[in-house]
């Protein structure tokens, strides 16, 4: 059983869609970081095994699933829970790291429509994947939000942020630690009615998520 961590808040509209199409074989463990809408209730409802976590931010959701998660395994993945993956990528994410063919995989999102990802949001994003080319040598071209690798490995880069600069330290510590990071395209459907996105979704997430960044870029 390969766990999927989902760092939640307030993505109940999302969540059946979204574990209803969990393959067979990977557990969701849904990370909540606060929500108020029922999110808890719906993913118990659909199987998920639910954790909470009071220090808000997506890395701190994501580390703890994480810890939560069944070191048995060894392979873990991460998924936004808005809607916008679909589960069923997963296999072909795990698959290189099974084979011991990459150390970690993540998705380059491909947009399905135009409302899928805001212009602005994929130009920041474009900005921050080049630099994290230069800085690691590495070819990738999204800072990754759908991604797969062992457990134990994730761990052992003891990576701090703790809020949205979370997989832009990820990316930049595999890249310094030598790891093989393989990028698969997957598509990037539009969020789920009823969701917002905590980063494009206001112009304060949006403010948010560039200075946690920057600060991963600091250091």
Known sequence: MTDVV??????????????TRMPAGFHPIVADNGSTDGSTEVAR?????????????????????LIAADPDDGLVCVLDAD?????RELPRLTLPVREDAADLVVGRRRPTSRRAWPLHARMGNALLARRVR???????HDIGPIRAARRADLLALNL???????????????????????ELDVPYRPRAEGTRSKVTGTVRGTARAIRDMRAVLAR
């Not at 939640?8 to 574990?19: I, K, R």
């Not at 230069?134 to 990738?140: A, D, E, M």
């Open 6 to 19: 989902l760092p939640c808040l307030n993505e109940a509209p999302a969540l059946p869609w979204v574990l």
């Open 45 to 65: 409802a659909h199987g998920a095994r639910v954790i909470s976590v009071p220090q808000s931010g997506y890395g701190a959701a994501v580390h703890a699933g």
């Open 83 to 87: 809607g916008s993956f679909d589960p």
């Open 134 to 140: 230069r800085t690691t040598g590495l070819t990738v």
């Open 160 to 182: 701090v942020d703790r809020r949205f600069g979370y997989p832009l330290e990820l990316l930049i510590a595999a890249g310094r630690a030598g790891w093989r990071v393989h």
